[in-house]
């Protein structure tokens, strides 16, 4: 009865130790991302930005992509992406989007939310990316509005 009880007490502290050192990692990683988002971009030039969007990959690279949290910023000139962990950076020039939408799934993924979904061209080839993020709709009214000040 006692090495139960010492069992479970043991696999809770396990728990507890793993997910306060997982938070531990997401906060570093977090504080990493916010401060290369100040020393690339100055204040007057954001737009909008997260440091909490989900990547739901590139729709090119196909289905057997890792999903992945990470910066989307939105400046006058582009939409930028930095994916925390691989570090990867994604560029959207403005005058490459196409097409906003809000889908459910994206690359056979879904997580039962809205998706910021940005269609583009690329060497007069179309793509996509997408990510969940807070108020996908405030990120699709903006670009929206952006294209249409600038006449793209």
Request: glycine share 8%; hydrophobic share 45%; proline share 3%.
């Amino acid at each position: 009865m006692r090495t139960g009880l010492l069992v479970g007490i043991l696999v809770l502290f396990g728990v507890f130790l793993l997910l306060a050192v997982i938070g531990w990692v997401y906060s570093v990683l977090r504080r990493k991302l916010e401060r290369e988002i100040k020393e690339r971009f100055d204040k007057d030039q954001v737009l909008g930005a997260t440091i909490r969007a989900n990547f739901f990959g590139q729709r090119s690279k196909g289905r057997k992509q890792v999903r992945g949290n990470g910066a989307l910023v939105l400046t006058r000139n582009e939409l930028f992406f930095k994916l925390a962990v691989p570090a990867r950076e994604y560029l959207i020039p403005m005058t490459s989007v196409k097409e906003v939408s809000m889908p459910r799934s994206f690359n056979g993924k879904s997580i039962l939310t809205r998706l910021l979904c940005v269609e583009f061209e690329v060497n007069n080839q179309r793509d996509a990316i997408a990510w969940a993020v807070k108020a996908p709709e405030s990120w699709k009214a903006a670009i929206d509005r952006l294209l249409e000040e600038q006449g793209l």
